[in-house]
């Protein structure tokens, strides 16, 4: 069973909801490898906290990184090395299907030689892109589209988060890989609203995974 890794077309697009709503909708297993920064939480504290099923298995990190910036930077603050190959050689023993969420966008270095796009590659893992509908998206979005293509990696599909105007299906449509679904701003995020996007997003997820 491929890994599902969750990446983003840039910082701060709603990764972790996401991975919250997927890990939830399929009663998956999670996994954020590398958090870069934690002042205000991690992010799998919140995924733990969103989940509502009882298969899902939240597990830990394998660099937990103080300073909020790239993992090129953050990891040789600590005196500490990213590599690809200790990711993969860590990667979490499960019967269930893995969520892996990424750190920022494809090509966020997480050394002098290797990207978010290296382990994705490495892993053999299937994406989910995570895109915002906000001004600046659509360059952003196929962009992030064309990288995977040429790369030829398996796509599941696109998620959007956000509520300005509506690029979805153009989006989509010119990146050639299928629309998953929307989720509107949540004005309250909790269990119950993220199970209940989970429900919303779990036919098409369960169709095309």
């Given at each position: 069973?491929?890994?599902?890794?969750?990446?983003?077309?840039?910082?701060?697009?709603?990764?972790?909801?996401?991975?919250?709503?997927?890990?939830?909708?399929?009663e998956?297993?999670?996994?954020?490898?590398?958090?870069?920064?934690?002042?205000?939480?991690?992010?799998?504290?919140?995924?733990?906290?969103?989940?509502?099923n009882?298969?899902?298995?939240?597990?830990?990190?394998?660099?937990?990184?103080?300073?909020?910036?790239?993992?090129?930077?953050?990891?040789?603050?600590?005196?500490k090395?990213?590599?690809?190959?200790?990711?993969?050689?860590?990667?979490?023993?499960?019967?269930?299907q893995?969520?892996?969420?990424?750190?920022?966008?494809?090509?966020?270095?997480?050394?002098?030689?290797?990207?978010?796009?290296?382990?994705?590659?490495?892993?053999?893992?299937?994406?989910?892109?995570?895109?915002k509908?906000?001004?600046?998206?659509?360059?952003?979005?196929?962009?992030?589209?064309?990288?995977?293509?040429?790369?030829?990696?398996?796509?599941a599909?696109?998620?959007?988060?956000?509520?300005?105007?509506?690029?979805?299906?153009e989006?989509?449509?010119?990146?050639?890989?299928p629309?998953?679904?929307?989720?509107?701003?949540?004005?309250?995020?909790?269990?119950?609203?993220?199970?209940?996007?989970?429900l919303?997003?779990?036919?098409?997820?369960?169709?095309?995974?």
């Amino acid at each position: 069973m491929k890994p599902i890794f969750i990446t983003g077309t840039g910082t701060d697009v709603g990764k972790t909801l996401i991975s919250a709503i997927v890990t939830e909708s399929l009663e998956a297993d999670y996994w954020k490898p590398v958090q870069a920064g934690y002042a205000a939480g991690t992010d799998s504290l919140f995924v733990e906290k969103m989940i509502s099923n009882t298969h899902t298995k939240v597990h830990a990190e394998l660099y937990k990184l103080k300073l909020p910036a790239s993992p090129h930077l953050a990891a040789p603050a600590e005196g500490k090395e990213i590599t690809v190959r200790e990711i993969a050689a860590n990667l979490p023993v499960t019967n269930n299907q893995l969520i892996i969420e990424g750190a920022g966008g494809l090509l966020v270095p997480l050394n002098p030689q290797e990207t978010i796009l290296t382990l994705i590659k490495n892993l053999n893992a299937k994406v989910i892109i995570v895109s915002k509908n906000e001004l600046g998206s659509i360059n952003h979005s196929l962009l992030t589209a064309a990288v995977l293509s040429h790369e030829k990696i398996d796509v599941a599909g696109w998620i959007f988060t956000g509520d300005y105007m509506h690029y979805e299906n153009e989006i989509a449509g010119w990146s050639g890989f299928p629309l998953i679904g929307r989720i509107k701003h949540l004005s309250v995020i909790s269990k119950e609203t993220i199970k209940e996007q989970a429900l919303k997003l779990q036919p098409m997820l369960k169709s095309i995974l």
